[in-house]
């Protein structure tokens, strides 16, 4: 009954369009998260899909597409976060945590100032994957498109820089720039994700598939493909989930990350344990 519910709705447009762009975003967020775990800016995505409630909710007063004014405003809005965050002498997560905060409240009063609140605050939580129209695909596969040339061409330099800045600077590495355009990155990606899981779940997204991955690669190469993989995977099956159980497609994508997230765990430590029983029997 389940299989045959989600091979019909496999059939349906609307549920091919929100399985690529669960693809798409998952892929994206789950590379682009190997590299923000590492460098430990985890609560900046955070701060950032906060702050995309702000953006959307600016949209809406003004009467625009709130797609398309989330983009800049998210660029623009990690920029000047990074801005702050390099010339405050404030603590990191202190500063993210009054940014994420207020942008919170200042969307929720914007939002209950607009007659379209009430109906469409769940969706702008917690995702509407399936509300994903064509424009939105093409934009998150153009997004995808940038971001996989991005890492292809940066990867030494990125990997330079998350493992020792300093070393980076003295080959000459232009880190300031690359910086700049890994942030601009992680605020689009996390932009154009908001569609799929929400401003709730968007940190989750993009942590948990690099966190998962940490524990199974060894070379950062792999790494870095393998969380963009998890990624994926955990939105095919999230969504095939969705469809079979009518659950939120959003809430259901991040369980699935989660669920691999702990069997990493469970198997890593069951090898631990075994690998350390082969040791000690030589000698007992």
Known sequence: MMLERMIDLL???FMQRA?????FTGGMAGALGSFTILRQLSFFSDALGHSALLGISLGI???LNPSVLLLPFAVVFALGVTYLLEHTRLWTDALLNIIYSTSLAIAVILLSMSDRYQGGLNNLLFG?????RPADLIMSGTLCAFVSIFILLTLRVQLLITVNEALAVARGAAVGMQRLLFITLL????????????VLLISAFVVIPACGARLWSRQFSHYVVLAALVGVGSAIVGML???GMNWPSGPSIVVCQLAFFLGSIAINSLRGAWLYRGQKSPTS
């Open 11 to 13: 059939q349906l447009p």
């Open 19 to 23: 399985l690529w762009a669960g693809i």
């Open 61 to 63: 007063i003004r009467g």
């Open 128 to 132: 509407d994957i399936l509300a994903v």
């Open 187 to 198: 605020a689009l990606v996390v932009a154009v994700s908001i569609k799929t899981v929400g």
């Open 241 to 243: 989930l969705s469809a």
